[in-house]
């Protein structure tokens, strides 16, 4: 195995005395796109073909007892969980390698899908505890695996392989509502439909789990060496804006996720399974067309871009009346998606020295679960509130959350985030 080469200073350095990091040990730079990383991409699109069946958790909640605002609350409770649990991930990656905690965040994945059939109430501790699990081994499979391919390439093409992987998401988001929406679609009970959702989900994430123990065969672990503690890395490389950026994504895409079968059912809609096939398209076909822009022009115009776009999503959802007009916010939603993450991935972590790559990639997705947290019980608390009085609940729902990234977009046109200077290799 090749030596680590020191690489060119990422970032620049406050005033006065800060955490000296040693160069640990790691995988050789690639060109990327080999079988290692092939085989990560079908493990990951295995996980998102789960993780998108389960579009249809409103279904869940309500076999259980429980209501709209109950839904926001296991959603928030959930993201909770991924955030507390994301920076020690992100530590442990760096001291024990992405390869282990990928392999053992996949396996609790799919414990936490079965572990879902053994609750019987919306409004018991259980449902809120398989829920964190589920969350909290989510935010391990993808932190891991993106630092697990990312340590393989040089910075600079960090955006581009990040990218790359996330089609896999894509396709996996594609066939998974299908698949969900097949199930509803019968004459057989809700209960049925989500004991078959969830075995389903479940035989997909111990594939995925074997395809990722051929991957990692042959991972190299790091160095075991002094580090600087937790605290110090965050308080020296935390880029703010980024982070208020990544939380506002994760905002937008947790709504849909969340509420919109739930907008469906209010507005007559036949299904949502159009709108997740036109996002992951729209998503996959941007993602693959805009794989070198990163590198070419910088992410910040990419930020921009994609935040723009997503303000646009949520405007229009308000004319939505037939099922055929779910198209429009859901392709202007994944060019969005499409965009925003490789470039708030990037951004975030070109700051960070390469040896903290776990804690910089952790630390990005655990905002993109505050946003999550801070979201789905707002939403669902201003539902509950709203519907008694308008039945444009939603509308106004839509309108706010609009107003909400705009105001995002503003601020983070007026900082430097993203900015190529602050971007090291």
């Known amino acids: 195995m090749d030596k680590s080469t020191h690489e060119p200073h990422r970032a620049a350095q406050p005033q006065g005395k800060t955490p000296q990091i040693s160069l640990t040990r790691g995988p050789p730079e690639t060109h990327g796109y080999d079988r290692i990383f092939w085989l990560t991409y079908l493990s990951n699109g295995l996980t998102t073909f789960a993780n998108g069946m389960l579009v249809r958790y409103s279904d869940y909640v309500d076999v259980l007892g ?19 649990i994301r920076l020690a991930q992100g530590e442990a990656i760096d001291r024990y390698g992405a390869a282990k905690i990928w392999f053992w965040s996949v396996m609790f994945y799919a414990v936490s899908l079965l572990l879902h059939l053994a609750v019987f109430s919306a409004y018991s501790p259980a449902v809120f505890l398989v829920r964190a699990l589920m969350q909290a081994s989510l935010a391990g499979i993808f932190g891991s695996s993106i630092t697990f391919v990312s340590l393989r390439v040089p910075p600079k093409r960090m ?8 089609t896999s998401g894509f396709l996996g988001l594609m066939v998974g509502p ?73 905002a937008g895409f947790a709504i849909p996720a969340t ?22 398209t729209m998503g996959f076909a941007a993602r693959v067309a805009s794989r070198s822009l990163f590198e070419r022009f910088g992410n910040r115009p990419w930020i921009v871009a994609g935040l723009i776009l997503l303000t646009t999503s949520y405007l ?11 198209i429009g916010p859901a392709a202007v939603a994944g060019i969005a998606h499409a965009l925003l993450f490789p ?16 804690v910089a990639t952790s630390l990005i997705l655990a905002m993109f679960d505050v946003g999550t947290f801070i979201s789905a019980p707002l939403v669902g608390i201003f539902l509950s509130l709203a519907k008694p009085l308008t039945p444009h609940a939603y509308h106004w729902m839509f309108a706010s959350a609009a107003g909400v990234f705009a105001a995002v977009t503003v601020l983070f046109l007026a900082s430097s985030a993203g900015r190529p200077q602050q971007v090291g290799e």
């Open 159 to 166: 955006a581009e392989i990040v990218g790359a992987l996330g």
């Open 259 to 280: 509420f919109l079968r739930l907008f469906a059912i209010e507005a007559h809609l036949s299904s949502v399974g159009l709108f997740f096939v036109v996002y992951a």
């Open 66 to 84: 429980g209501d709209e605002q109950q839904l926001g609350l296991i959603v928030g409770v959930g993201m909770l969980g991924s955030i507390l």
């Open 316 to 326: 229009l959802y308000l004319p939505i009346s037939t099922t055929w007009h779910l």
């Open 343 to 358: 470039a708030i991935m990037s951004a975030g972590t070109a700051v960070f020295p390469r040896q903290c790559l776990g």
């Open 178 to 250: 299908l698949i969900s929406d097949w199930l509803g679609s019968g004459n057989a009970e809700p209960e049925k439909m989500v004991m078959q959702m969830f075995w389903t989900a479940t035989l997909l994430a111990f594939s995925s789990a074997l395809v990722t123990w051929f991957a990692i065969q042959g991972a190299v672990s790091p160095l075991h060496q002094s580090r600087p503690s937790l605290f110090m890395v965050m308080r020296q490389y935390h880029p703010i804006m980024i982070s208020v950026t990544a939380a506002a994504m994760g």
